[in-house]
């Protein structure tokens, strides 16, 4: 009886120490995903190149490795789309992509719009692929404040 409860003791410490001894599990890929959404831009909604500028979409990405968005979309409930044209979001990084105009660069592009596309109440963001698959939503319905991280 000794040499069982002896034998039960070493199997459970061994069992014990290989599951202390497992590796840790592997850190998720990472994505491309909508970061912030910034819906009511700062002042009244009379339009103007700068107001129409103060709302914007952020997408991060958080994989290893850059990831070309050429042909991907950015929508919003309404089904205003942008699609990115030749543009490549290293790893790591995190794009702006504002609604009115301006001059792209590596860290903001601009969907060259007229007026605003982010409704101040409520609205959804879909980033979707080239393909057309969905990578991610944002949604919000709130008035109280300009903005929703995703």
């Known amino acids: 009886m000794p040499r069982?409860?002896?034998?039960?003791?070493?199997?459970?410490?061994a069992v014990f120490a290989g599951v202390l001894a497992l590796p840790a599990p592997a850190h998720a890929a990472g994505s491309l995903h909508l970061y912030k959404v910034y819906y009511d831009s700062p002042g009244s909604d009379r339009?103007?190149?700068t107001s129409v500028n103060g709302e914007y979409v952020q997408i991060r990405n958080t994989t290893g490795a850059a990831v070309n968005l050429r042909g991907w979309t950015l929508t919003d409930a309404a089904n205003h789309r942008y699609t990115f044209g030749s543009f490549t979001l290293g790893k790591g990084r995190t794009v702006t992509?504002?609604?009115?105009?301006?001059?792209?660069t590596s860290t903001t592009l601009y969907q060259g719009r007229a007026w605003y596309?982010?409704?101040?109440?409520?609205?959804?963001a879909?980033?979707?692929?080239?393909?057309?698959?969905?990578?991610d939503t944002c949604s919000y319905?709130?008035?109280?404040?300009?903005?929703k991280m995703c």
Request: glycine fraction near 10%; hydrophobic fraction near 30%; avoid cysteine.
């Open 4 to 13: 069982t409860r002896t034998m039960a003791a070493v199997f459970t410490a």
């Open 47 to 49: 339009g103007g190149n």
């Open 97 to 104: 992509v504002r609604t009115g105009k301006g001059r792209n």
């Open 117 to 124: 596309v982010w409704n101040n109440d409520k609205d959804t």
């Open 126 to 135: 879909t980033l979707k692929r080239a393909n057309g698959s969905k990578a």
């Open 141 to 147: 319905n709130s008035t109280r404040v300009d903005y």
